[in-house]
């Protein structure tokens, strides 16, 4: 049993992360002298956080990514094996993984506050930190607008309520900038391949499938009730996509040929090598997911996107993408 329903198993559970809805109660002082006060989580549990958090550890990638997103990096003391970015945090000690954390290892650190994701830690981890008086608050979002509100608590939990109040109105400009290019177009019939053998999907109750559709997307797994359904690849192919859309980081690697096998072939996505590869961000409920959004909007609508858009470069530097005056 996790935080919240488990939404997938394993290393998908890993990968699949983030955000919650938080409630102001009194300020109070713990055992220690410290001032503290009352905040709801994403499980409706109340949880008496530090007023002043100084010393965090994060179970979560994503987690990481918005605390240094807001700028609260700096009281970041310990995150796990798959926090990879930003790089400054491969610095941080590691307690570990995601499933199970070392509890030496996080006590070791003296935090004041742990920051979970609802869908990927165990409550096993929330009873035994709850023992040893740390308090841990869950974070969850199945939604870009809840992920923008994952925001609004991290900073809320951390004193940087300005510095993430500015990041969420940048993405929240963005993703607005693409629904608007999209709306009223035909859209392509895309599949998200979440796992090739077996074949796993996402359906539009889940946390990518809310991604496909703000992206201007027609999933063929929309009427689909579970969040991450299986096919057969006969369905697939009965479907005919006209995009294949497959996410890769740690543990995923994807290349187009992976799609040029008997089957798979058939469809129009691959004869047309229409495959989009979104990085890991795409499965991750942080900041950088919008950048997931902008890459499967410039794939499937590229005229719009060319209209939408201009990119920029400087030696020595990535092109970025600045909207069009």
Same mark, same amino acid.
């Given at each position: 049993?996790?935080?919240?329903?488990?939404?997938?198993?394993?290393?998908?559970?890993?990968?699949?992360?983030?955000?919650?809805?938080?409630?102001?109660?009194?300020?109070?002082?713990?055992?220690?002298?410290?001032?503290?006060?009352?905040?709801?989580?994403?499980?409706?549990?109340?949880?008496?956080?530090?007023?002043?958090?100084?010393?965090?550890?994060?179970?979560?990638?994503?987690?990481?990514?918005?605390?240094?997103?807001?700028?609260?990096?700096?009281?970041?003391?310990?995150?796990?094996?798959?926090?990879?970015?930003?790089?400054?945090?491969?610095?941080?000690?590691?307690?570990?993984?995601?499933?199970?954390? /070392? @509890? %030496?290892?996080? *006590?070791?650190?003296? =935090?004041?506050?742990? #920051? !979970?994701?609802?869908?990927?830690?165990?409550?096993? &981890?929330?009873?035994?930190?709850?023992?040893?008086?740390?308090?841990?608050?869950?974070?969850?979002?199945?939604?870009?607008?809840?992920?923008?509100?994952?925001?609004?608590?991290?900073?809320?939990?951390?004193?940087?309520?300005?510095?993430?109040?500015?990041?969420?109105?940048?993405?929240?400009?963005?993703?607005?900038?693409?629904?608007?290019?999209?709306?009223?177009?035909?859209?392509?019939?895309?599949?998200?391949?979440?796992?090739?053998?077996?074949?796993?999907?996402?359906?539009?109750?889940?946390?990518?499938?809310?991604?496909?559709?703000?992206?201007?997307?027609?999933?063929?797994?929309?009427?689909?009730?579970?969040?991450?359904?299986?096919? /057969? @690849? %006969?369905?697939? *192919?009965?479907?005919? =996509?006209?995009?294949? #859309? !497959?996410?890769?980081?740690?543990?995923?690697?994807? &290349?187009?040929?992976?799609?040029?096998?008997?089957?798979?072939?058939?469809?129009?996505?691959?004869?047309?090598?229409?495959?989009?590869?979104?990085?890991?961000?795409?499965?991750?409920?942080?900041?950088?997911?919008?950048?997931?959004?902008?890459?499967?909007?410039?794939?499937?609508?590229?005229?719009?996107?060319?209209?939408?858009?201009?990119?920029?470069?400087?030696?020595?530097?990535?092109?970025?993408?600045?909207?069009?005056?």
């Amino acid at each position: 049993m996790q935080f919240a329903k488990a939404t997938t198993t394993g290393a998908l559970a890993a990968a699949l992360l983030l955000a919650a809805g938080t409630a102001d109660g009194q300020v109070q002082t713990r055992n220690n002298g410290s001032a503290a006060r009352l905040v709801r989580d994403g499980m409706g549990r109340e949880v008496r956080v530090p007023l002043r958090p100084q010393r965090i550890v994060s179970l979560s990638p994503s987690v990481t990514e918005t605390l240094f997103a807001i700028g609260a990096g700096d009281l970041l003391v310990g995150r796990t094996d798959y926090c990879n970015y930003p790089p400054e945090a491969l610095r941080k000690p590691s307690v570990g993984g995601i499933v199970n954390p /070392s @509890l %030496e290892r996080i *006590v070791s650190l003296q =935090p004041d506050l742990v #920051i !979970a994701s609802a869908d990927a830690n165990r409550i096993d &981890t929330e009873r035994a930190l709850r023992r040893l008086r740390i308090p841990a608050y869950a974070l969850f979002a199945n939604t870009l607008e809840e992920v923008l509100d994952s925001i609004r608590q991290a900073g809320d939990l951390t004193g940087r309520n300005e510095q993430a109040a500015v990041v969420i109105e940048m993405l929240q400009q963005r993703m607005r900038r693409i629904e608007r290019a999209v709306e009223g177009k035909r859209r392509p019939r895309v599949l998200f391949v979440l796992w090739q053998q077996p074949l796993i999907s996402v359906g539009r109750s889940s946390f990518a499938g809310d991604l496909l559709e703000r992206a201007g997307a027609a999933s063929i797994t929309d009427a689909i009730p579970e969040p991450w359904p299986r096919l /057969s @690849l %006969e369905e697939v *192919v009965r479907a005919d =996509p006209e995009f294949l #859309i !497959a996410p890769q980081g740690q543990g995923m690697q994807v &290349t187009p040929g992976q799609f040029a096998r008997p089957g798979w072939r058939q469809t129009t996505a691959a004869r047309k090598g229409q495959i989009v590869i979104v990085e890991e961000d795409a499965l991750r409920p942080s900041p950088r997911v919008f950048d997931a959004l902008e890459t499967i909007f410039r794939a499937l609508y590229p005229e719009e996107a060319n209209r939408l858009f201009r990119k920029t470069s400087t030696p020595g530097e990535r092109a970025a993408t600045e909207p069009a005056p």
